[in-house]
C-alpha cells in the first residue's frame, strides 16, 4: 500500500473493508489530512482528537444532525447535534432518568434474553452471530427500557431495521420506500407513547424521561420524543457492533481467548480492549466554528473535521504496540465511546450488554469457530463492524 494511502477516502471500499493501515500511514505522515476531491479534513493522532472532542466552541456538533440523520431526519433535534448550552440542559435531564442505576437493574433480564437467543444457536451448531444474537438483543433491551408492549415487539425490530439503514447512509433506491414507511410508523407510535404515559405513567424511559426534572426545568414532548428515537438509534449500533467486533478480535488472537476463558475476571478489561482496538465508531462529524491549528496544520473556519476516534485507539504515542489486541492492557482513556460532553449516553448499557453475551458465548457455550463462509462487512462510513459474522459451535 504504501505511499497510496496518503490518499485516504473514507468512501472507499478498501478503507471501509479495512481502514486501520491507512490510519496509521496518516498519524506518521498526515497527522491532519484534507481529504481530496471531498474537503474533509481527518484527525488521526490521539492528543489532536481529545482537543476536538473537548472544545465544543471551536469545533461545532451541529453538523452531526445532517451527517446521522441524512435525508430522513428520523430526530429532528437530536443531542448529539448540540452544543451548550442547550446540550447542557438536555444531558442534565436525560442523566435524571437514563441512570446508572436503571442500567444495573436490567442485568438479570438482559442475561434471560440472551439465554433464550442463544438456545436456538446451540441446537442448529451453525449460527449467524449478528442476525441471531448482536442485532436482536438491543432491540429487545431498548424496547422494554422504553415501554414497548411486547405484541408490538416485531413491529419495532422493523421500524429499528429502518433506523438502522438510515443511519448507514447508503439506502439503496428500492429501500427508500421501506425506511419512510416504517421511520414514520415509529414516530407515530413514540408519540402515541408519549401522550400516553403523561396521563398514566408506568415504569419505563419514556415515563422517566417526562417526570425528569433539573433546576425546575423538564422535556417537553418534542425533547422526549427526539431522546427516545435517539437512543433507540444509538443503543442499538453501539451494542450490536461492539458484540461482532468483539468476537472477530478474540478469534483472530486465540492465546487472548485462552487468558479470558482462564480466568474469568479479565473479561471486564477484554470488553475495554475490544472497544479500543476494534471499537465500531470510527468518527462523529465536527465544524470548525474559527481558523484553527492542529498539528502545525491551518484549518479554515467552517470545515468539516472527521475526528477519526478508531486512529486515535491505535495512537503509538497513547497505546504502545497498538495494534496488538491484548486483554491485559491497560486501555483507559480510549475513545470507544466518545469523550467529553457527547460521551455516549448508553455506555453503561453497551457495556454491560457485550459483557453479559461474552459471559454466555465463552463459558456457557461450547467453543465456536469460523465457517467457511465470508464476513460482510457494513457499508457506513461512521461504523465498522460485521453485517454478517458466521459461526459454529466447534463439538
Known amino acids: 500500500m504504501g505511499e497510496g494511502l496518503v490518499n485516504y477516502n473514507p468512501f472507499l471500499p478498501e478503507v471501509k473493508e479495512n481502514p486501520y493501515p491507512y490510519y496509521a500511514y496518516l498519524r506518521r505522515h498526515a497527522p491532519v489530512y484534507q481529504v481530496e476531491g471531498i474537503g474533509w479534513w481527518a484527525i488521526t493522532r490521539y492528543d489532536d482528537v481529545l482537543s476536538v472532542l473537548r472544545n465544543s466552541e471551536t469545533f461545532s456538533s451541529a453538523i452531526m444532525m445532517a451527517a446521522v440523520m441524512g435525508e430522513f431526519n428520523f430526530a429532528p433535534e437530536a443531542i448529539i447535534g448540540m452544543d451548550p448550552p442547550a446540550h447542557t440542559r438536555l444531558r442534565k435531564l436525560v442523566n435524571r432518568a437514563f441512570t446508572p442505576r436503571l442500567v444495573a437493574s436490567l442485568e438479570s433480564r438482559i442475561r434471560e434474553i440472551t439465554k433464550n437467543l ?8 451453525e449460527f449467524d452471530l449478528m442476525a441471531q444474537l448482536a442485532n436482536p438483543l438491543p432491540v429487545v433491551v431498548i424496547a422494554e427500557i422504553l415501554g414497548v408492549e411486547p405484541a408490538r415487539w416485531d413491529d419495532f425490530k422493523e421500524w429499528t431495521n429502518a433506523i438502522v439503514l438510515a443511519m448507514g447512509g447508503q439506502v439503496a433506491e428500492d429501500q427508500r420506500d421501506y425506511v419512510r414507511r416504517n421511520i414514520s410508523a415509529l414516530q407515530t407510535y413514540i408519540r402515541d407513547m408519549i401522550a400516553e404515559r403523561r396521563k398514566a405513567p408506568r415504569n419505563d424511559l419514556i415515563t422517566a424521561l417526562i417526570r425528569a426534572e433539573e433546576e425546575n426545568q423538564v422535556l417537553t414532548s418534542e425533547e422526549v420524543f427526539n431522546l427516545a428515537i435517539f437512543l433507540l438509534a444509538s443503543g442499538n449500533e453501539n451494542t450490536t ?9 478474540p478469534l483472530a488472537h486465540p492465546a487472548e481467548l485462552a487468558k479470558v476463558q482462564e480466568k474469568p475476571a479479565l473479561l471486564p478489561n477484554m470488553v475495554e480492549e475490544i472497544l479500543r482496538h476494534s471499537g465500531p465508531v470510527q468518527t462523529l462529524s465536527r465544524l470548525t466554528t474559527r481558523e484553527v491549528e492542529l498539528s502545525g496544520t491551518s484549518i479554515p473556519a467552517g470545515s468539516v473535521l472527521l475526528p477519526l476516534y478508531a486512529a486515535a485507539n491505535r495512537d503509538e504515542r497513547r497505546f504502545p504496540d497498538p495494534d496488538r489486541f491484548d486483554i491485559t492492557r491497560d486501555a483507559e482513556g480510549h475513545l470507544g465511546f466518545g469523550y467529553g460532553i457527547h460521551f455516549c ?41 460485521p453485517k454478517t459474522l458466521p459461526l459454529r459451535f466447534d463439538v
Open 118 to 125: 442463544v438456545a436456538p444457536m446451540r441446537t442448529a451448531g
Open 241 to 249: 457492533h461492539p458484540i461482532g467486533n468483539g468476537v472477530l478480535a
Open 345 to 385: 449516553l448508553g455506555a453503561p448499557l453497551a457495556r454491560l450488554e457485550a459483557r453479559v453475551v461474552f459471559e454466555e458465548l465463552l463459558f456457557n457455550c461450547p467453543p465456536f469457530v469460523r465457517t467457511e463462509a465470508p464476513v460482510v462487512r457494513g457499508e457506513g462510513v461512521m461504523i465498522h463492524g
